[in-house]
């Protein structure tokens, strides 16, 4: 189904969106000291690091968790072996990226 | 309704074990995940095997499953009905299935086993629904200038008995010019539906630039490669390249050289500092030349016999 949405619905997130521990809490249906966990393990990082309850976080900060929540939902993974999972996931990415550039310029070079 | 054999779909055979249900289901479960496999299919099939392995992890709810199975009525064209009136009996605990599980269950498990959640709909307090974070791929010229695109997202609902469904949504977004990678849109209330009345969650769009058939994307800058030829290098000329959305005149200095770089200065992509086209040269040599052109760079080797290229490969 499709549904028209007018412009004045989408927002542009700028740097200076910012979410609450609070919020944060809130939206993924978890716990604080969960969250103080994950900063913990560097799965994701405060804008500032000052004390828990002043923690404030970014929209990308939000992706991020979004996608430690699927991993440890999906695939039973603890939390060390989730910042590990995202870090190197960004670096396939990265790679597989690299990778399609430097094939394309190859075969611009060696005349496919 | 299409029939799931979640037997099948785990790759286990139709008496095996518990462990061996959750070892095949981790299997394949870290080989399918969308967040680790990019491929076509892999999140449909990931969804399979999360449904597959929902039902047949439960002692109750695999005996269920297997007696529908062993019950129902199956049609040649692999259509199948259950038998008349079977309802499932099975306890299904509320923490099982949280809003984001529900998102990944087929029509086949919501309409047989979807009514085990209205113990999940009396009990769950009034919550706010889900966000939901998507990526979209724009393309160079969309980044520029802006453009509308269409964010599909699956969305699960809980109906007034208690039944979990997905649902397909589509959504026509109108993105601004100047939007680059890593950026965020969020479409308010466009999320997962809320519980018992509470609001619904936001959609979180987040921006990824498309690979470019022609342009490599440097921070804010755009390479292009140019072919010109060996007249055009020696002698200099204007020669049009495209650029996003338009084509630009750009002028060959005199003695030209295979991987001079010309900078076309704000033609990058926009942004609080905006990015320049940078065009690299290559010279490129015909692969057949006449009698007439072979004659006229028998003088040209001549003229031009001090050149030497490869000094720096010699002695």
Not at chain 1, 69 to 91: H, T, W, Y
Not at chain 2, 44 to 66: Q, W
Not at chain 2, 179 to 196: C, E, H, K, Y
Request: net charge neutral.
């Amino acid at each position: 189904m499709v549904r028209k949405t007018g412009s004045d619905r989408i927002e542009i997130i700028n740097e200076e969106t910012i979410f609450t521990f609070q919020e944060i809490c809130e939206r993924f249906g978890v716990r604080g000291e969960f969250i103080v966990e994950l900063v913990d393990y560097g799965v994701i990082a405060p804008l500032k690091e000052n004390s828990a309850e002043e923690w404030v976080f970014d929209a990308a900060a939000l992706a991020r968790l979004s996608r430690a929540l699927r991993l440890q939902r999906d695939l039973e993974i603890n939390l060390p072996g989730i910042a590990i999972s995202l870090d190197l996931l960004d670096d396939v990415q990265r790679l597989r990226r690299q990778v399609s550039l430097l094939d394309r310029q190859l075969k611009q070079l060696l005349g496919d | 309704m299409e029939f799931k054999d979640y037997y099948k779909i785990l790759g286990v055979a139709e008496d095996a074990t518990a462990d061996e249900i959750k070892k095949a289901y981790r299997k394949l479960a870290r080989k399918y995940h969308p967040d680790v496999n990019k491929e076509a299919g892999a999140e449909e099939k990931f969804k399979g095997l999360h449904e597959a392995f929902a039902v047949l992890k439960d002692p109750a709810r695999r005996a269920e499953y297997d007696q529908l199975k062993k019950l129902g009525a199956f049609e040649k064209g692999g259509s199948f009905h259950p038998p008349p009136g079977w309802r499932s009996t099975a306890r299904y605990d509320t923490d099982d299935f949280s809003q984001g599980d529900a998102q990944q269950f087929s029509d086949f498990f919501a309409s047989l086993f979807g009514r085990g959640n209205r113990a999940y709909q009396h009990r769950a307090p009034r919550m706010r629904g889900e966000d939901i974070h998507a990526r979209l791929g724009i393309t160079l010229e969309e980044a520029a200038h802006g453009g509308e695109k269409q964010v599909q997202f699956s969305v699960a609902e809980v109906d007034e008995s208690g039944r979990v469904k997905r649902r397909n949504k589509v959504l026509n977004i109108k993105i601004p010019p100047a939007m680059g990678p890593g950026q965020f849109m969020r479409l308010r209330g466009q999320g997962s539906p809320g519980i018992g009345g509470g609001e619904p969650g936001d959609l979180f769009v987040e921006i990824e630039l498309e690979a470019h058939p022609n342009f490599t994307v440097v921070g804010q800058d755009i390479l292009i490669t140019v072919p010109i030829t060996p007249w055009e290098a020696a002698l200099g000329a204007t020669v049009t390249v495209p650029s996003l959305g338009s084509r630009l005149n750009v002028k060959i200095p005199k003695g030209a050289t295979s991987g001079q770089k010309l900078r076309l200065t704000g033609k990058g992509l926009p942004g609080k500092i905006s990015g320049d086209q940078i065009v690299v040269l290559m010279v490129a040599m015909p692969k057949i030349h006449s009698a007439e052109a072979e004659a006229l760079y028998k003088k040209l080797a001549e003229a031009e016999g001090k050149f030497n290229p490869r000094s720096h490969l010699e002695g």
